[in-house]
């Protein structure tokens, strides 16, 4: 079938909607009629060759949609289900088999390389081959394929089109929360970078009844987002180089729970730095390579904890549809942090989101004829 999709010709070059061929799904495959699809900093660095994706190629993994054709071994969806595509993991490898899907060996491979598993392409244009299968989905484009295990069925009730946000930005932050730190009423956390990831932490935190809960960033204008969303203070990391005594100040003896989204090694240190002992830092940027960050051998001898998460460690089937009812709930308003645009306006959602203009930006597809 014809679709229309973004394809970057070159590294770092821009996204150009055109016309291409994507194949019909095999037995455990469907085809999503994407509605929208949130941008995450990943597309971007998919675009900018960060992972060695060839071009040509098509990004997106954060899409929501309807489902528009079955292969003839999928059971669990039908075509008019609405769904939110999630990552993907071989089932195969030992974290799969532990079920910790988000760290599966063979990940990297299945989000990045551009097809699927066995090296076969979804995607071309007059019989050339397209690179898709970014996150197995790749959902900047009318139509997406993935796999049934990786799609996840939501009530038809919640608006479709800011639900895509919730397969990536979404359970990464409320996942760290609700998953791994697991917090107690009353416990304190503070959340450094909230952007998509870290305001969707502060969130989850709240539903989890943290208190305080610190927001850390240095646009104001997040701040004030982050506080409307449930933190109880904020700290303007600009005019401060006193971030920890800060945060000391409002939890007195450090937070019992801290998040990194920046990925920066001196934010990174200070989310640790913030921490009581016993206490937990969860990594949630990404960094490149070569970065590094160093700690105090007697400080983290107290107890504290400081480990990354991917994707919130979550179970895609069972936390996207309770962050559904969450939104729905209005427990987790993830609207008030997504700018929508035209599909045809990709290039300036990107440019938004990169400059942090946009906090989470949300493609609308135009209505697909096929
Ligand atoms: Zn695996
Ligand atoms: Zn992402």
């Given at each position: 079938?014809?679709?229309?999709?973004?394809?970057?010709?070159?590294?770092?070059?821009?996204?150009?909607?055109?016309?291409?061929?994507?194949?019909?799904?095999?037995?455990e495959?469907?085809?999503?009629?994407?509605?929208?699809?949130?941008?995450?900093?990943?597309?971007?660095?998919?675009?900018?060759?960060?992972?060695?994706?060839?071009?040509?190629?098509?990004?997106?993994?954060?899409?929501?949609?309807?489902?528009h054709?079955?292969?003839?071994?999928?059971?669990?969806f039908?075509?008019?289900?609405?769904?939110?595509?999630?990552?993907?993991?071989?089932?195969?490898c030992?974290?799969?088999?532990?079920?910790?899907?988000?760290?599966?060996?063979?990940?990297?491979?299945?989000?990045?390389?551009?097809?699927?598993?066995?090296?076969?392409?979804?995607?071309?244009?007059?019989?050339?081959?397209?690179?898709?299968?970014?996150?197995?989905?790749?959902?900047?484009?009318?139509?997406?394929?993935?796999?049934?295990?990786?799609?996840?069925?939501?009530?038809?009730?919640?608006?479709?089109?800011?639900?895509?946000?919730?397969?990536?930005?979404?359970?990464?932050?409320?996942?760290?929360?609700?998953?791994?730190?697991?917090?107690?009423?009353?416990?304190?956390?503070?959340?450094?970078?909230?952007?998509?990831?870290?305001?969707?932490?502060?969130?989850?935190?709240?539903?989890?009844?943290?208190?305080?809960?610190?927001?850390?960033?240095?646009?104001?204008?997040?701040?004030?987002?982050?506080?409307?969303?449930?933190?109880?203070?904020?700290?303007?990391?600009n005019?401060?180089?006193?971030?920890?005594?800060?945060v000391?100040?409002?939890?007195?003896?450090?937070?019992?729970?801290?998040?990194?989204?920046?990925?920066?090694?001196?934010?990174?240190?200070?989310?640790?730095?913030?921490?009581?002992?016993?206490?937990?830092?969860?990594?949630l940027?990404?960094?490149?390579?070569?970065?590094?960050?160093?700690i105090?051998?007697?400080?983290?001898?107290?107890?504290?904890?400081?480990?990354?998460?991917?994707?919130?460690?979550?179970?895609?089937?069972?936390?996207?549809?309770?962050?559904?009812?969450?939104?729905?709930?209005?427990?987790?308003?993830?609207?008030?942090?997504?700018?929508?645009?035209?599909?045809?306006?990709?290039?300036?959602?990107?440019?938004?989101?990169?400059?942090?203009?946009?906090?989470?930006?949300?493609?609308?597809?135009?209505?697909?004829?096929?």
């Amino acid at each position: 079938m014809q679709i229309k999709a973004a394809v970057v010709r070159e590294r770092s070059g821009p996204f150009v909607i055109d016309t291409l061929d994507l194949c019909d799904p095999r037995p455990e495959e469907l085809i999503v009629r994407v509605v929208a699809t949130g941008m995450c900093q990943t597309d971007l660095h998919g675009r900018d060759g960060y992972f060695a994706s060839p071009y040509p190629g098509v990004y997106g993994h954060e899409g929501a949609g309807v489902v528009h054709a079955v292969g003839a071994a999928v059971r669990d969806f039908e075509p008019g289900d609405h769904v939110v595509m999630s990552f993907p993991w071989c089932g195969a490898c030992p974290n799969c088999r532990q079920h910790r899907l988000s760290y599966c060996v063979r990940s990297r491979g299945l989000k990045m390389r551009g097809t699927r598993a066995d090296g076969s392409t979804l995607l071309s244009k007059d019989g050339a081959a397209v690179y898709g299968a970014f996150f197995q989905q790749s959902s900047f484009g009318t139509c997406a394929l993935t796999q049934e295990r990786y799609a996840v069925k939501v009530r038809k009730d919640a608006p479709l089109e800011i639900l895509g946000p919730l397969a990536c930005s979404g359970q990464t932050g409320a996942g760290a929360v609700l998953n791994v730190m697991k917090p107690e009423p009353g416990d304190s956390v503070a959340v450094f970078g909230v952007g998509a990831v870290g305001l969707s932490a502060l969130m989850a935190a709240k539903i989890a009844g943290c208190d305080p809960i610190i927001a850390v960033d240095v646009h104001a204008s997040r701040l004030a987002l982050a506080r409307e969303l449930g933190a109880t203070h904020t700290i303007d990391h600009n005019g401060s180089s006193k971030v920890v005594d800060e945060v000391r100040a409002i939890a007195p003896g450090g937070v019992r729970y801290s998040a990194d989204t920046s990925a920066l090694p001196a934010v990174l240190r200070e989310a640790i730095e913030s921490l009581t002992p016993g206490g937990t830092c969860v990594l949630l940027g990404s960094a490149r390579r070569g970065n590094e960050v160093s700690i105090e051998i007697p400080f983290l001898q107290d107890g504290r904890i400081l480990r990354g998460v991917i994707q919130g460690e979550s179970t895609p089937k069972e936390l996207i549809p309770q962050l559904v009812d969450f939104v729905m709930e209005n427990k987790f308003p993830i609207q008030k942090m997504i700018k929508f645009y035209d599909f045809a306006d990709i290039n300036l959602a990107a440019h938004e989101s990169s400059s942090g203009a946009a906090i989470k930006p949300v493609l609308r597809m135009p209505a697909f004829a096929g």
